[in-house]
């Protein structure tokens, strides 16, 4: 067979296409029996039409909820042309049924059990509209071939899936509802096999959402990565700034950047949430002890939730300066289709738009509580302007003394940031809101 594997790109090209490599895509390819023939095309910047499709027999697509419609219209497309479409991913696991509606098959879960049953399905003209996949064993977590890309295309191709599962089960977080929260850190000799196969020196991704959700399995982690001598980046909780020993293996290791979600200051909003494990800890102590171990760090930080009231922003960018966080993230509250916030707020009547191109965490789908969706919108264009002002980058630059450690990967990171900051003008007018007057005058 001919297959096609397909990126969707979200609707205001908000979140690079270039940055990592789509790793679902590359474990297909792996998975795939060398007797098919398959490609790879990522709508962020290729074209897709009727005949870039010419001579496909399967289009297999990758759908997250805020590019779900442009998976839909792809589907959508394959299906004029008879060629038989399936989709996975994360938005396929939480909305099976819907999803159901746009392809021939969806698969919801992991996949690397099914792939081959699939293929074989479609070779004997029976495949089937729902497939299940279970949780998969440690040591079969696919290693991605990335083959089919182009590797200049990305920021880098050095990802690894290392590990996957999170014991934490927050609530907004789609990653447990996916994976569960069984934990599988993969086999160290195929973490070596794979970071040795690598062709270049780019840095390395730790794509796990959390990846020291084992503190004993993670110290195992960080000290095989030690001797290949390369910069990593990877998320995972504040925790993890407990343990003196995982934070100098994590250092020692190279770990360059780590992204934090510390999401709120307030403990009552960290309730409501259920990301009880941040309750625990004190941020600024955190902070500190990242970086006495040489970890910057990219702090998340979510606004809108029901307990946040007006002065959210102020005290938060006042925190990220004091606290010297090196890139701050910050994201609207956005409750996913198929989570708990989501099913409490629809019910509540608060869900204002089920356009899931919208779910981006840049936009206010539901209505807020302690403030009207235009000022929290307003908010968060202020926010995001003072953090990628010169005036912000050079202030967190120099309170570390990046700036006279070459810190190569902060210059990258802001200047990318700045760049996407554009969405604040490409994507203005937010459907449906009317921004305050001083916001808008800077649009023009
Ligand atoms: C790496 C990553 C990114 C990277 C790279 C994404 C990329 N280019 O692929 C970057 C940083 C760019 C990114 C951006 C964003 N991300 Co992200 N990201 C992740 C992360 C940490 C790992 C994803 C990954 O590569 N896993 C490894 C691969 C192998 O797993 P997989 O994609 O799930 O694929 C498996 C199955 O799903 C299945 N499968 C997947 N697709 C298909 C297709 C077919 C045809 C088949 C048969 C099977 C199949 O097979 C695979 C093997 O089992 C996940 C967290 C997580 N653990 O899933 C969040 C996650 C996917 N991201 C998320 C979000 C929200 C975002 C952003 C919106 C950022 C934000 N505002 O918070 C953007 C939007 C990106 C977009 N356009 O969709 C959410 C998705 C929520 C949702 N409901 O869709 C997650 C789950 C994080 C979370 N905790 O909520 N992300
Ligand atoms: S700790 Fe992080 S990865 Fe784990 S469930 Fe909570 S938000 Fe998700």
């Known amino acids: 067979m001919n297959i096609l594997l397909v990126h969707p790109k979200d609707r205001f090209e908000l979140f690079s296409s270039r940055s990592v490599a789509p790793m679902w895509a590359a474990v297909l390819k792996r998975l795939t029996p060398e007797s098919h023939n398959v490609d790879f095309i990522s709508c962020g910047f290729e074209r897709l039409n009727e005949k870039t499709l010419e ?10 909820t805020p590019v779900a419609h442009s998976a839909y219209e792809i589907a959508g497309l394959c ?43 479609k070779v004997s003209d029976k495949l089937q509209q729902y497939y299940h996949g279970s949780i998969v064993k440690a040591e079969d977590i696919a290693i991605p071939d990335y083959s089919i890309m182009k590797k200049y295309n990305y920021f880098t191709t050095n990802s690894i899936e290392a590990m996957r599962g999170c014991p934490n089960a927050c609530d907004f977080c789609c990653a447990t509802y996916f994976s569960g929260n069984t934990i599988r850190y993969k086999p160290l000799d195929l973490v070596i096999q794979e970071v040795e196969s690598w062709k270049t020196k780019k840095v390395g991704y730790l794509a796990s959402a959390n990846i020291a959700s084992n503190f004993n399995k993670a110290k195992e982690l960080f000290t095989t990565l030690k001797p290949f001598n390369r910069k990593w980046m990877g998320d995972a909780c504040v925790n993890v700034t407990g343990d003196d020993e995982l934070l100098k293996l994590m250092s020692d290791s190279g770990l360059a950047y780590l992204e934090v ?34 970890i910057s760090i990219v702090g998340t930080f979510i606004f809108g939730l029901d307990t946040d009231e007006k002065d959210v922003f102020k005290k938060t960018m ?5 606290a010297e966080i090196d890139i701050p993230v910050y994201l609207v509250f956005t409750p996913f289709p198929g989570t ?42 202020e926010i995001w302007e003072d953090a990628l002002s010169f005036r912000g980058i050079a202030n967190r630059l120099l309170s570390q003394w990046r700036g006279f450690k070459g810190d190569f990967y902060f210059t990258v990171i802001n200047l990318f940031l700045r760049n996407k900051s554009k969405f604040l003008k490409k994507y203005y007018p ?6 305050p007057d001083h916001i808008s005058a800077r649009k023009k």
């Open 318 to 322: 006042d925190f990220v300066y004091d």
């Open 261 to 294: 979600g510390f999401e709120t200051l307030s403990k009552k909003s960290l309730k409501l949430i259920n990301k009880k494990i941040n309750l625990k800890h004190d941020y600024k102590d955190a902070i500190k002890r990242l970086h006495d171990n040489n």
């Open 55 to 64: 001579g496909y027999d399967l289009v297999g697509i990758s759908a997250t």
């Open 340 to 381: 708990k916030p989501y099913s409490k707020l629809d019910a509540e009547g608060r869900i204002l738009t089920k356009d899931w191109s919208r779910y981006t965490g840049l936009d206010v789908v539901y209505q807020p509580k302690m403030m009207s969706r235009e000022e929290l919108l307003a908010g968060l264009i």
């Open 430 to 435: 937010w459907e449906g809101i009317d921004l």
């Open 79 to 121: 299906r004029t042309k008879n060629i038989k479409v399936i989709i996975g991913g994360l938005h396929a696991s939480l909305l099976p049924d819907e999803v159901a509606k746009y392809a021939d098959s969806i698969v919801f879960g992991e996949s690397e059990y099914l792939w081959n049953q699939i293929l074989e399905d």
